[in-house]
């Protein structure tokens, strides 16, 4: 089965960066994505930040411009570069791998996350 374990989590002032870190494994197929969503409590997922097999990204309003997402030469590996952070971005973030695009949906397997605080 599939397993990601992050790392990378912690807490920085508003206009700090923090680089999270997750490594998958488990998986065979040879189209993927690979993506950090978080989830505040009583709010739902929201997806950050995904990359794809073949190298394309996507992300969300909310973290264009700040956030990069990038794989390691392996591609099992993904980061997500978070820059300029702001209070708004405090939320435990998770790795997740899912056969689609929807990397955030509940039915992708997702890491045990790490929390990102902004104060």
């Known amino acids: 089965h599939v397993q990601l374990v992050e790392s990378g989590g912690g807490s920085v002032q508003a206009g700090g960066s923090l680089r999270l870190s997750c490594a998958a494994s488990g998986y065979t197929h040879s189209t993927s994505c690979l993506g950090w969503f978080r989830q505040i409590p009583d709010r739902e997922r929201e997806g950050v930040a995904g990359?794809?097999?073949?190298?394309?990204?996507s992300y969300a309003d909310s973290v264009k411009g700040r956030f990069t997402i990038s794989q390691g030469s392996a591609k099992n590996t993904v980061y997500l570069q978070m820059n300029s952070l702001k209070s708004e971005d405090t939320a435990p973030y998770y790795c997740?791998?899912?056969?689609?695009?929807?990397?955030?949906?509940?039915?992708?397997?997702r890491g045990q996350g790490t929390q990102v605080t902004v104060s």
């Open positions: 997740a791998w899912c056969q689609t695009t929807y990397y955030w949906d509940v039915s992708c397997p």
């Open positions: 990359i794809v097999s073949d190298g394309s990204t």
